[in-house]
């Protein structure tokens, strides 16, 4: 089992900046490949970023690129979700998730999550 704990979410102003943090423990956290969701009210749980188990690879989706950055300390067995000039749209509950997948943006590919983290945008 592996256990994940986000951090670091809250209130910000649209244009500012907040970065969120995922520890793990149980298992061995470099054996895993990373990923952040988010679910706004009355939408569904989508994909976010994506870490490979290395850190060597990373994929977004497009309404992020340019203003999210995924990373990852294998020796702290943390992954963090770096997000600048954030706007209204991305508020949502974060969560982050890890597994052994092959289909990084699936929902169901990932093994474990972490009870979430609200993010809230206001204009």
């Known amino acids: 089992q592996v256990q994940l704990v986000e951090s670091g979410g809250g209130l910000v102003q649209a244009g500012g900046s907040l970065r969120l943090s995922c520890a793990a423990s149980g298992r061995t956290f470099s054996n895993y490949a990373m990923a952040w969701f988010r679910q706004a009210p009355g939408k569904e749980r989508e994909f976010v970023a994506f870490?490979?188990?290395?850190?060597?690879?990373?994929y977004y989706v497009d309404s992020v690129k340019g203003r999210f950055t995924i990373s990852r300390d294998n020796a702290k067995n943390t992954v963090y979700l770096q997000m600048n000039s954030l706007k209204p749209e991305d508020t949502a509950v974060y969560y982050c998730?890890?597994?052994?997948?092959?289909?990084?943006?699936?929902?169901?590919?990932?093994?474990?999550w972490g009870q979430g983290t609200q993010v809230t945008v206001s204009s």
């Open positions: 998730a890890g597994g052994r997948v092959s289909d990084y943006a699936r929902i169901g590919a990932y093994d474990y």
């Open positions: 870490i490979s188990r290395s850190g060597g690879s990373t």
